[in-house]
């Protein structure tokens, strides 16, 4: 009744953002903050209005392996630059010293005036190049304790004792983590950088991704087949002398008999004396 009395009409509202919808182009990578330019609030969250909200470390995540559109991607600088953090990208930063790694990645950190971070988000943002030099410099002795920095693990093989990465081009990540390809893992894994816990599971989750396949193993040398040649320099054993005969001498027609001494035929004794 009242849509009839007062002609209510249909309105239009605003135009809504376009939404983001994933499209694979492996081969334009996006820099959602801008050419030279990086997230340094990996866990900000950011949302077009009404639409899902995202990780400011996923949405950097999915520019870089191609799955913005482009036209969507040219918009984000301006968009995320202040929620995400976005700054100029240096040379990558070992935020707990060279050889050693973050402990507790859950630990909260902050710079004086700054707001806090995850001490694996700083850790993360060191391998990306968002953290200055000079405060590079500092930070080993201001989270040593805090981060509970520790030295690298011993070497992890990501595709299983006994095997290799086939695919070294293709992406893998782990849940609410940047990809990385399969050679950059195989890498990392071989240099001691991955945490004993995470490389325990790895083989069964990038197996099909990173075709992981076994090694051939070398085949041993052969052994070589003993010589029978004779040993150098060893002196012929002589043929043994033959056993003297017992044959006649020749030209006789019988044996030569030796003469004995055998008393003469006939000889008597000497008798006795008489008493």
């Known amino acids: 009744i009242v849509g009839v009395v007062c002609d209510c009409k249909n309105i239009e509202g605003p135009d809504e953002p376009p939404i983001i919808s994933p499209t694979i182009s492996p081969d334009k990578s996006c820099s959602v903050c801008g050419e030279g330019k990086g997230v340094s609030d990996p866990s900000a969250i950011f949302s077009f209005p009404s639409q899902p909200q995202a990780i400011c ?30 700054v100029p990208l240096g040379p990558p930063c070992t935020i707990c010293g060279e050889g050693k790694q973050v402990g507790t990645p859950d630990a ?52 299983g004792e006994g095997k290799k990465v086939g695919n070294p081009d293709a992406i893998f990540s782990f849940p609410s983590q940047p990809g990385t390809t399969c050679r950059d893992l195989e890498d990392r894994g071989e240099e001691g950088y991955i945490p004993d816990g995470e490389c325990a599971v790895l083989p069964e989750l990038i197996s099909l991704v990173c075709e992981c396949y076994a090694a051939p193993t070398a085949s041993p040398a052969p052994t070589p087949s003993p010589s029978s040649a004779p040993t150098a320099g060893a002196v012929p054993t002589p043929a043994p002398s033959p056993s003297p005969s017992s044959a006649p001498i020749a030209g006789t027609d019988t044996p030569t008999t030796i003469p004995t001494s055998a008393p003469t035929a006939g000889a008597l004794p000497t008798p006795a004396p008489s008493p």
């Open 108 to 159: 909260l950190f902050a710079f004086p005036s700054q707001p806090e971070i995850k001490c694996g988000d700083l850790e993360e943002n060191g391998e990306n190049g968002v953290i200055s030099e000079d405060q590079c410099i500092v930070l080993p002795r201001l989270i040593g304790t805090l981060c509970d920095c520790e030295s690298f693990g011993e070497p992890c093989t990501v595709c």
């Open 57 to 86: 470390r996923d949405l950097q995540s999915d520019g870089e392996n191609g799955l913005l559109p482009e036209d969507q991607c040219s918009i984000l600088p301006s968009l995320i630059v202040n929620v995400c953090r976005c």
